[in-house]
């Protein structure tokens, strides 16, 4: 089939539909990736809007392109940083109100937060880690949680 501008039809057509969504991709043709292989879908919970995946090789770069999230979330375990997914999350406020919580999520979570100072505690198999991070203006903030095994 012919494509445009390195684009085969399929991803045309996905990154037409993700231009009308909270979703936008940079030019998909930065990184080759099997849009087959990806399903990112935006979900909201207390007006949050957040993005959880980056299982696959293909989904990881999809969702690491994504842009309009201001909090970055990663999760990884044991020496070689192997990505974790299944992880409970809740964010909290500054003054300790939860806004979010999110079961069995990652290995990449994107959130969309207003400015102001957050608690980020995750937990998975019975073991917890918890960051703070400060979101300002147009900044992102970048959370890594690691687990050691």
């Given amino acids: 089939m012919t494509s445009v501008r390195g684009l085969t039809p399929?991803?045309?057509?996905?990154?037409?539909?993700l231009s009308f969504s909270p979703v936008v991709l940079q030019a998909?043709?930065?990184v080759p990736i099997d849009m087959s292989a990806v399903q990112l879908e935006p979900k909201e919970q207390n007006g949050i809007t957040?993005?959880?995946?980056?299982v696959g090789q293909d989904e990881?770069?999809?969702?690491?392109q994504v842009k309009g999230y201001n909090l970055h979330i990663t999760f990884s375990i044991g020496p070689d940083n192997k990505y974790l997914s299944g992880v409970d999350v809740v964010i909290q406020t500054a003054k300790g109100r939860s806004i979010v919580s999110l079961s069995q999520v990652g290995p990449i979570v994107y959130v969309k937060l207003p400015a102001d100072n957050y608690l980020i505690i995750a937990s998975q198999n019975g073991h917890e880690k918890r960051s703070t991070v400060v979101l300002e203006g147009s900044s992102t903030g970048t959370v890594n949680l690691h687990w050691s095994d």
């Fill in 60 to 64: 990881s770069q999809a969702i690491q």
């Fill in 10 to 17: 399929s991803r045309v057509v996905l990154a037409v539909l």
């Fill in 28 to 30: 998909a043709s930065e």
């Fill in 50 to 54: 957040y993005l959880s995946g980056g």
